[in-house]
């Protein structure tokens, strides 16, 4: 069973450009999450979401953006990029079989230059 | 509302030695608990969890014991190598009945180990 797929793995943008990443769940899960990393504020929540409604929202400004499909894939997309965009993010994904457990992808790393 | 907290570290050890890192939460009910692991590089994995006190979860030899009395959940390994050097998250989720509610992380835990 695949696991969860986020694409790109690595990218480049240039400040003021937008980005938008990609995520696709565990077969049958739901629920999709995003999280941001990076190294001065650790693992920050940004938004979840489940049946193509955005079900919570972390603190994070306008600029940051999700939306989730039919088939439950999801992105976020960033607009108008700063340089403390740069860091890791990070897809989740669960379901009501997995309970509250959520399973996380490998990350797509942003570096905003 | 519901936190977690744990040493940050940097933690160093030296290979083969016993390891702990201290968790605690606050949350209102019986949430279910857990321990991410992140290797360098790499997004975060599943490394245990609990979900009802008295539990404990296990995996890779690590182990994790649900404390409803003393709200943590401390990670241990009996015997550490270099290939467990990687960053330790605990956290929550609340109770199905809440489920609309995040996944809380504690801040993490680097965790070196030299041979």
């Known amino acids: 069973k695949a696991g969860v797929t986020q694409t790109p793995r690595y990218l480049i943008k240039t400040r003021g450009q937008q980005v938008t990443l990609s995520c696709s769940p565990i077969s049958g899960h739901r629920s999709v999450s995003w999280y941001q990393q990076t190294p001065g504020q650790g693992l920050q929540f940004l938004f979840e979401?489940?049946?193509?409604?955005?079900?919570n929202k972390g603190n994070f400004p306008g600029r940051f953006s999700g939306r989730q499909f039919s088939n439950s894939r999801s992105e976020m997309n960033v607009s108008t990029l700063e340089l403390g965009d740069s860091a890791l993010y990070l897809c989740?994904?669960?379901?009501?079989?997995?309970?509250?457990?959520?399973?996380f992808g490998e990350g797509s790393w942003l570096t905003v230059v | 509302g519901d936190s977690v907290t744990q040493m940050e570290g940097p933690v160093t050890l030296s290979e083969e030695a016993f390891l702990t890192i201290n968790c605690t939460y606050t949350?209102?009910?019986?949430?279910?608990l857990f321990w991410y692991v992140q290797y360098p590089g790499e997004g975060l994995q599943l490394l245990l969890k609990a979900t009802k006190a008295d539990d404990k979860g296990s995996n890779k030899g690590f182990e994790a014991t649900y404390r409803k009395e003393t709200t943590s959940f401390h990670l241990e390994k009996g015997s550490v190598q270099v290939s467990d050097s990687a960053v330790y998250f605990c956290a929550l989720s609340p109770p199905m009945k809440t489920s609309y509610d995040k996944v809380i992380f504690g801040p993490g835990t680097s965790l070196s180990v030299i041979p």
């Open positions: 979401y489940f049946s193509e409604t955005q079900r």
């Open positions: 989740a994904s669960s379901s009501t079989v997995s309970g509250n457990t959520i399973y």
């Open positions: 949350a209102t009910g019986y949430p279910s």
